[in-house]
């Protein structure tokens, strides 16, 4: 271990990370055909440092996923969420099943950066379906900002700038926004739930730097030239 190391794991330790959960029951129908949409909010507070990453649940029920478009806001970012799943060059209506939610376990369907596959392309993985017809699990989110209205083709070449690592950094306090659109006639989907689940760093406290500062010290005194 040099001394570099030496000075951040006295960091680390010392510093530590905090978490925040919520979760808010909606219960409402997303406009058919309309972009428009619909949107709902929550508001953190007091939650302290800076966010190091973020997950979001949701329970969406019916319509077609196919359709779906949705992002989550904050602090003037957006991660996308959904962008159509499915729709591609060789399917421009993307998926039909009929939402997004918990599996058999209860556990919720989850949008995680850290998860192993791309909701976009979901069908192409091992994926499951509940009982109503959502699809569980954990994915990455879409994170594909270009038109929902743009041809299947563009979909195939699209980045995927926009996951949830936009929000690494930022305060996490203050209002979150769940926007979702259903971007094609025929099928409805009803917003049931959505949550967040936030870690954070905190910032260190003046004592806390002291200390680091202290054991970087003692660590360069113990590796100095005739030192043991």
């Known amino acids: 271990m040099n001394k570099i190391s030496a000075l951040f794991l006295s960091a680390l330790v010392l510093t530590g990370s905090a978490r925040a959960t919520t979760s808010t029951n909606v219960g409402a129908l997303i406009p058919d055909g309309d972009l428009d949409g619909y949107q709902s909010s929550q508001s953190l507070a007091n939650v302290p440092g800076a966010i190091s990453h973020v997950s979001v649940t949701l329970n969406l029920l019916g319509g077609f996923n196919g359709d779906i478009y949705a992002f989550i806001s904050h602090n003037n970012s957006q991660a996308v969420l959904l962008n159509r799943a499915g729709r591609t060059s060789s399917s421009a209506s993307?998926?039909?099943d009929a939402g997004?939610?918990?599996d058999a376990s209860l556990n919720s369907f989850t949008f995680d950066d850290?998860?192993?596959?791309d909701v976009h392309l979901y069908r192409t993985f091992s994926y499951s379906l509940n009982g109503s017809g959502q699809l569980t699990g954990g994915w990455q989110p879409d994170g594909r900002t270009l038109d929902p209205l743009s041809p299947g083709s563009?979909?195939?070449?699209?980045?995927?700038?926009n996951t949830l690592h936009v929000f690494n950094g930022m305060d996490p306090n203050g209002v979150?926004?769940?926007?979702?659109?259903?971007?094609?006639?025929l099928g409805e989907s009803t917003l049931i739930s959505w949550g967040l689940d936030i870690t954070t760093v905190p910032e260190p406290s003046v004592g806390t730097l002291l200390c680091c500062l202290l054991g970087g010290l003692l660590?360069?005194?113990k590796w100095a030239p005739g030192q043991q």
């Open 94 to 96: 993307g998926y039909s």
């Open 100 to 102: 997004f939610g918990t």
């Open 114 to 117: 850290l998860a192993s596959h």
């Open 154 to 161: 563009a979909f195939d070449v699209a980045t995927r700038a």
């Open 176 to 185: 979150w926004t769940l926007f979702i659109s259903d971007v094609s006639p």
């Open 219 to 221: 660590c360069l005194r």
